[in-house]
């Protein structure tokens, strides 16, 4: 069993920068995949940007060039490096974990509010 934790998430002026993170409790060692997603206001659940255990990562073309994901096995940690923010950034941003069990099982955190506004 995994639980995520986002934490980093306020109101940050367009232009500026943020980190997210998100801690993994429980089993870390038995997660393929980590990932995070946004939902913005009247809008689908959407991927962000992924990282595998491996450390290959993939970006959506909107954030592509602003937005870095990486992770830090050692404390057991996923970050989420966001620059340049801009007001259609704004939503709540979610981590998500995917753990392999002969199908894909996913765990989700709470989410945490990113808000870029002057």
């Known amino acids: 069993q995994v639980q995520l934790v986002e934490s980093g998430g306020g109101l940050v002026q367009p232009g500026g920068s943020m980190r997210l993170s998100c801690l993994a409790s429980g089993s870390y060692y038995t997660l393929s995949v980590m990932a995070w997603y946004r939902q913005g206001p009247q809008n689908e659940r959407e991927l962000v940007a992924s990282?595998?255990?491996?450390?290959?990562?993939k970006t959506v073309d909107s954030v592509k060039g602003r937005f870095t994901i990486s992770r830090n096995d050692a404390q057991n940690t996923v970050y989420l490096q966001m620059n340049n923010l801009a007001p259609e950034d704004t939503a709540v941003y979610y981590c998500?974990?995917?753990?392999?069990?002969?199908?894909?099982?996913?765990?989700w955190g709470q989410g945490t509010q990113v808000t870029v506004s002057a």
């Open positions: 998500n974990a995917v753990e392999w069990r002969g199908y894909e099982h996913n765990y």
């Open positions: 990282i595998t255990k491996g450390g290959k990562t």
